[in-house]
């Protein structure tokens, strides 16, 4: 399952980038799978060129066969120029996505042609700008940090783990008791952890989040 991001959650639309879309090989090929391209993933700009077109027309086999005569082009697929993908610990996020990028649902049937199924699975197509929140408070699933829930105690602060586009957390240090290294990592806080639970499945019924989960606040800015 490509959402990391579970439903409670605050912010502004003031602080929401609409500009980027992710690189091609972070796209999700079902939303059922899960990678660089969910929704709740730290993103880095992995092109930011803006003499470049904000959308081009480009080749792409995700239209389907494009052989057919009279077509003029084989150059039919908008996509979005300037690029993100997952921030490591030494990258500087600018956000967080709020919808996954997939190219088909659960079935293998392509998003491209159901766009009703495809605002429900809160996803955008590749090429697609995908929404990014800058700042705001986020209940995240277990899929989208590292370590164990310890780590997340209320207070704790937050910076990006070694693994693109997810989080660790580590505890405030004494004054007295601060290294050059506890500075270093200081240095890499954005937001820090307001609370800590666990999903369970309930009767029958399995929950695809079941597990634990945090409540974070970060600004990215």
Not at 4 to 15: A, G, K, M, N
Not at 29 to 40: E, L, P, R, W, Y
Not at 88 to 99: C, F, R, V, W
Not at 106 to 123: D, F, I, M, S, V
């Amino acid at each position: 399952m490509g959402l990391r991001i579970l439903p409670f959650r605050q912010y502004s639309d003031h602080d929401v980038v609409n500009l980027f879309s992710v690189i091609g090989s972070d796209v999700l090929d079902k939303t059922t799978d899960s990678g660089a391209g969910d929704a709740g993933v730290f993103v880095k700009v992995a092109d930011g060129n803006f003499d470049k077109e904000p959308v081009e027309y480009q080749t792409n086999s995700y239209l389907g066969d494009s052989s057919f005569p009279f077509l003029g082009t084989t150059k039919m697929y908008p996509e979005v120029n300037l690029k993100i993908t997952g921030a490591k610990d030494e990258d500087h996020a600018i956000g967080m996505t709020l919808n996954q990028t997939a190219k088909a649902d659960e079935n293998g049937e392509k998003l491209l042609y159901n766009p009703t199924k495809q605002a429900e699975l809160q996803a955008v197509l590749p090429g697609q700008a995908v929404p990014i929140a800058t700042k705001g408070i986020f209940t995240l699933s277990s899929s989208a940090f590292d370590g164990p829930l310890t780590d997340y105690a209320p207070g704790n602060r937050i910076k990006l783990s070694s693994n693109a586009g997810k989080i660790t957390g580590f505890a405030s240090i004494a004054a007295g008791s601060i290294t050059t290294g506890d500075l270093v990592a200081e240095d890499k806080v954005f937001g820090h952890v307001l609370g800590t639970g666990t999903r369970t499945s309930q009767g029958p019924t399995t929950d695809q989040f079941a597990g634990n989960y945090i409540i974070i606040s970060f600004d990215c800015n």
